[in-house]
T-cell receptor, first 116, second 115 residues
């Protein structure tokens, strides 16, 4: 069965320091991977996706993610964190087993806290 | 920037009552979805909808649930007889296509509390 794991419930980082939010996946076939962010009282906002091509994917708000097939990982990164990046981050994989390709399978989420 | 909107933001209901959660997807999107997140748990897929019919549903989406697009803009989720375990945040999403590479755009959610 397909799944996504976010091993850290919370990540704390100082403003200006690089940040990494981890995600590993388990899929049959090629993975279609997504990162979403949720700010308080807001919906899930799309950050970036990996479909094919370059392993380093760039997205919104200066975020990027590195796809690593051998480690089955898709870690979210940012070179210099901002306090305003503090939010809940979700990794997701597109379901390609049921045939409908509609469903996103989410990880449990990682709360990022950036302190001044 | 176009957004998915949802109403109400918070709904409190008594067990056994019917509730209708409303969503307005992005106007040129054709595929619509409902997800839910029970407090402290993962976001879970409920159902997808295209061309006025359900295209996929999860095990959670049993006979107590239904979806409808009553007009050209709204997309609703109805729970006929709510149970305590239906308490969750319900997210609506939409996308232009159903392609594997296509991202889904989410609304802010409706928090449903069943007493």
């Amino acid at each position: 069965a397909q799944s996504v794991a976010q091993p850290e419930d919370q990540v704390k980082v100082a403003e200006g320091n690089p940040l990494t939010v981890k995600c590993t996946y388990s899929v049959s076939g090629n993975p279609y991977l997504f990162w979403y962010v949720q700010y308080p009282n807001r919906g899930l906002q799309f950050l970036l996706k990996y479909i094919t091509g370059d392993n380093l994917v760039k997205g919104s708000y200066g975020f990027e993610a590195e796809f690593n097939k051998s480690q089955t990982s898709f870690h979210l990164k940012k070179p210099s964190a901002l306090v305003s990046d503090s939010a809940l981050y979700f990794c997701a994989v597109r379901d390609v087993e049921t045939g409908g390709y509609n469903k996103l399978i989410f990880g449990a989420g990682t709360r990022l806290a950036v302190h001044p | 920037e176009p957004e998915v909107t949802q109403t109400p933001s918070h709904q409190v209901t008594q067990m056994g009552q019917e509730v209708i959660l409303r969503c307005v997807p992005i106007s040129n999107h054709l595929y619509f979805y409902w997800y839910r997140q029970i407090l402290g748990q993962k976001v879970e897929f409920l159902v997808s909808f295209y061309n006025n019919e359900i295209s996929e549903k999860s095990e959670i989406f049993d006979d107590q649930f239904s979806v409808e697009r009553p007009d050209g803009s709204n997309f609703t989720l109805k729970i006929r007889s709510t149970k305590l375990e239906d308490s969750a945040m319900y997210f609506c999403a939409s996308s232009t296509t159903s392609g594997r590479s296509n991202e889904q755009f989410f609304g802010p959610g409706t928090r449903l509390t069943v007493l």
